[in-house]
């Protein structure tokens, strides 16, 4: 354990130390979040009923959230670690192989609950109204933190299957068409048959629902437990796979 | 067969090693074939003592660094075993991982954080912690002359001073057993020279030191013993003393400007005392009894056969010319190991 800590927090400050890296993760969803509500909030005014009375902002800040947690940043600094040889350096160390993975993650949850909280934030200043109050905005950060970490773990299978830094710093563009094939600009029921039908059965449709649901209806705990199925689904899956590459890496 | 017994195996004369006895790293019919079929390494045998400093000199691509990466545990072998510190490599890789320090040729420092930082994770890392890992850092990093720069990110760092924290940092846990490869590759003279006197220092200490380089004066200077490697074979194995030694007594050196090295060789073959030809980029090296004495027959002998010889210099064999009987070749991109340089040596 001792050793994810060390790991973590060297990975922490190297995020403090390269905010270069982060920056550009948080410009785009406050872009985004901006531009979108900019543009659509005459169209959908806070009479419109699934914003509860709330302006558009209230709505999109789940996606924005989605965008800034999801980065290959994690895969990126190990890839990179991988082609200046400081991973070989750890690979000879005493230590378990899964502490690199853990350890990096441990700088995701960090960076996710740093990026979220700032948008949250922002969201607020544009006038979104958390409906369940501070504890509620906890668990939205909650969430997006937890969705940060358990992607990471594709842009970290992605960087120890290909070692090559071209490919894991575009395999964050794989996030697009996930993030956009949910009811990000309007609810399921006003998505066409088939944008809905696809909508609903992309499981990141899910976490958007129940961040969602947090900022403009107020606690349902049913909408909760299938985000946090979600995030911990895929965060098993990708995380497993990774230790499993780690594991058999060179091997 | 098992490997982790402390049976002393002489009968094919592979030491099976225990912590108790003396042998640091052996290894047996070690190979390592690549995906795409290329044997970097292909079915070595060596026994490296305790204490000693062993050399592996080879040109790029020789098998060294894979050497060194199945000695480390970074690379399973596809064939055959080794054990380091008595410990069988694939068997007990956690724990021959305990043992070993290792710099690899790719320097492996994180450039984000600083000497100080990297040192105190690196004792993290082997267990040491809170004071304990700031006082062996703080004192490594006196040990190899970096206090000053202590507290300044790696990527600041010059060549030499990256590869000092790179040997430092192999060194936190004290270890058993050191692997070095090509420590000094792409260093300036002097700061070659302070990765020698570490490296002697360390051994000193303890540690018994397997380094791989493609420099004959560093492998003449520092290797208690050596062994050549090429084309993923150990084509040569002693002290360099024994090595040179074995080529037996003298070498000339015949530059050959503009006529045909075959017709020259022709014209020298049965010169009095010749042991053996080896034909070189530009010219012939000649293994003779008695090079000062050869020197009048081989100006007679190219003189009559109208060949126009350049210089002509008469050497003690040098691992150059250890290295060129054992492959065939010179050991490309060498710097101050020329003959020359060696009869000013001896």
Known sequence: MSEVLLLGRRATREIVRYPEATIPTLFIPLFFLVVNIGQVSKTFPSSTPFLNGQGYVAFQLPVSLMFAVATATSGLALVTEIDLGYFDKLLVAPIRRSSIIFGRLTADLVRGVASSTLVLLVGIALGARIETGIAGALVIVALAAGFGVAYAGFGLLVALKTRNVQATQSSFLLFFPLLFLTPNFVPFNRLSPLMETLARINPVSYVIVGMRGLIIDGWNFGQIAVAVLVIVGLGAILTGLSLRVIATYDR | ?346
């Open chain 2, 1 to 346: 067969m098992t490997f982790e017994t402390t049976t002393y195996n002489s009968s094919d004369g592979f030491v099976v090693t225990s912590a108790a006895d003396a042998t640091a790293i052996a290894a047996r019919a070690l190979r390592r074939t690549f995906k795409d079929g290329i044997e970097a390494v292909r079915d070595i045998d060596l026994t490296v003592s305790a204490g000693e400093v062993f050399g592996f000199l080879g040109p790029n691509g020789a098998g060294k660094t894979t050497t060194v990466r199945m000695l480390c545990t970074l690379l399973p072998p596809t064939s055959g075993r080794a054990t380091v510190a008595g410990l069988d490599v694939v068997e007990n890789g956690a724990e021959v991982r305990r043992r070993i320090g290792v710099a690899l040729q790719e320097i492996g420092l994180d450039p984000v954080q600083t000497g100080r930082e990297l040192l105190e994770l690196q004792c993290g890392l082997y267990g040491i912690a809170g004071q304990a890992a700031r006082s062996r850092a703080a004192e490594l990093l006196d040990l190899v002359g970096l206090s000053e720069a202590a507290d300044r990110r790696t990527k600041t760092y010059s060549g030499g001073m990256k590869r000092r924290l790179d040997l430092a940092s192999a060194l936190v846990h004290s270890p058993d057993v050191l692997f070095l490869d090509e420590p000094t590759t792409g260093l300036d003279p002097a700061s070659r020279l302070t990765i020698w006197d570490e490296v002697r220092r360390i051994n000193a200490g303890g540690a018994t030191v397997f380094l791989t380089t493609q420099y004959l004066e560093e492998a003449d200077q520092l290797c208690d013993r050596l062994a050549i490697i090429d084309n993923g074979r150990i084509v040569a194995e002693g002290t360099p003393e024994q090595l040179k030694a074995e080529m037996g007594h003298d070498v000339v050196s015949v530059t050959v400007e503009g006529a045909d090295v075959a017709a020259t060789e022709a014209a020298l073959s049965g010169l009095p005392g010749l042991e053996r030809v080896v034909a070189e980029p530009g010219g012939l090296a000649l293994y003779v009894d008695d090079g000062a004495g050869s020197i009048a027959e081989i100006v007679r002998r190219l003189e009559r056969d109208d060949i126009r010889a350049g210089a002509i210099s008469v050497a003690r064999p040098s691992l150059d010319d250890v290295f060129l009987r054992a492959t065939g070749r010179r050991l490309e991109g060498q710097e101050s190991s020329g003959r020359d340089a060696e009869v000013t040596h001896e």
